[in-house]
């Protein structure tokens, strides 16, 4: 049984709640552009779902006739409570090889595009998951009934959709076994301390086992989106733009191992004498790979903050601290300018870098100019 299909008017309900809370709190996390594309998003990927779905249940049918496979018993209160906890476990390793496969990440990486972190964001779905049927052969070898996987697969992708949210705060001894908003916002952190973590879908105690698991830490806040930032509301291109600059690396990579390598290794990797066509290693001068695990310190004045992103961690600090450094050296040809800026930015706070040219860039352009 497909839930999800019945569970999005709620999804919708749930969002405009958040908004609504987020508004009255005076902490909206929503933006209409970003939380448009998301949806739209998560549209094209219900088309795809239902190829995938109708591709998975040919695949159970050929299984099950060539082998001869034995039904777990569909009543059986422990089918359904193996079959949940197992697809869990397998969930988890599908999730943690789309961010550290490059092949993978080209179709996950969708997901975590959104600098927001809202409900709204739960729906941001890639719409080319070639690969996440493999991880429901071993379920179909062991005989377990179709329906009662596809149901636990709808299950899981429910659970996951309340933990997207910036208002739910630390939950104590819940989040030590489950997945808890807390410890998802970590998972779509871009900090360094933050980047490939935090992989369950419903349990976080497979990352606490095999060693994936980050706490969200007071004294860093969360920046969430990419380390190189998508820069586009073109759904289309945000689910095929890893895999255009893969296209480009494995054309221009030399070698038949090294173009293997390419595909299996971590996103960003290449040999060392290969040129990568990712624009930022071009301004940096450094390897993506060192940009994506957070190795490189970039330079504040130019990026405007120390988490490789184009948008301010909270509350834009970094731009706050060069506008007062300014005006207190009072070397600015323009103080009004500044003054007015620095007031518009308290008074914005997170989505100021966003609505100023959507580029940390340009606030540093912007204090140049004035200085």
């Known amino acids: ?52 779905l109708g591709f998975s249940g040919t695949i159970y049918e050929i299984i099950v006739a060539r082998y001869q496979l034995a039904q777990l018993p569909d009543q059986a209160l422990w089918v359904w409570i193996s079959c949940f906890l197992l697809y869990d476990f397998a969930y988890y390793w599908k999730h943690r090889l789309g961010h550290e496969v490059a092949l993978f990440w080209g179709s996950h990486v969708a997901h975590h595009q959104s600098e927001d972190f809202n409900l709204s964001t739960a729906l941001r779905q890639t719409s080319i998951d070639f690969y996440g049927f493999l991880f429901y052969l071993p379920f179909f070898f062991l005989g377990f009934p179709a329906e009662i996987l596809f149901t636990v697969v709808s299950l899981n992708l429910i659970y996951q959709f309340w933990v997207h949210t910036e208002h739910v705060p630390k939950l104590g001894p819940f989040e030590w076994v489950f997945v808890s908003p807390s410890n998802h916002r970590v998972h779509h952190g871009r900090n360094k301390i ?31 989106g990419l380390r190189k930032p998508l820069n586009s509301w073109n759904p289309v291109w945000a689910n095929v733009h890893v895999y255009w600059r ?93 003054l007015v800026l620095r007031t518009w930015i308290f008074s914005r706070g997170t989505g100021v870098c966003t609505d100023l040219g959507n580029s940390q860039v340009g606030i540093s352009i912007a204090l140049s100019a004035v200085a």
Request: aromatic fraction near 12%.
């Open 246 to 338: 893969l296209i480009l690396d494995f054309y221009a990579m030399p070698g038949a191992l090294n173009k293997l390598k390419l595909l299996v290794k971590r996103p960003g990797w290449r040999a060392d004498t290969q040129q990568s066509h990712c624009k930022l290693e071009g301004m940096l001068g450094r390897p993506y790979s060192e940009i994506r695990s957070g190795n490189l310190p970039l330079q504040p004045g130019l990026y405007g903050n120390p988490v490789h992103a184009h948008r301010c961690t909270k509350p834009c600090s970094f731009t706050q601290r060069r506008i007062s450094q300014l005006l207190a050296a009072k070397h600015s040809r323009n103080v009004s300018f500044l």
């Open 1 to 52: 049984m497909d839930l999800i299909l019945a569970a999005i008017p709620f999804f919708f309900l749930l969002i405009f709640i958040e908004l609504a809370y987020g508004v009255v709190r005076g902490k909206n996390t929503y933006r209409l552009n970003d939380s448009i594309n998301s949806i739209s998003m998560g549209s094209l990927s219900r088309l795809q779902g239902l190829v995938i």
């Open 194 to 224: 933050y980047v490939d973590k935090n992989y369950g879908g419903v349990f976080i105690l497979w990352d606490r086992i095999f060693g994936s698991f980050q706490e969200e830490l007071a004294e860093e806040p969360v920046a969430f």
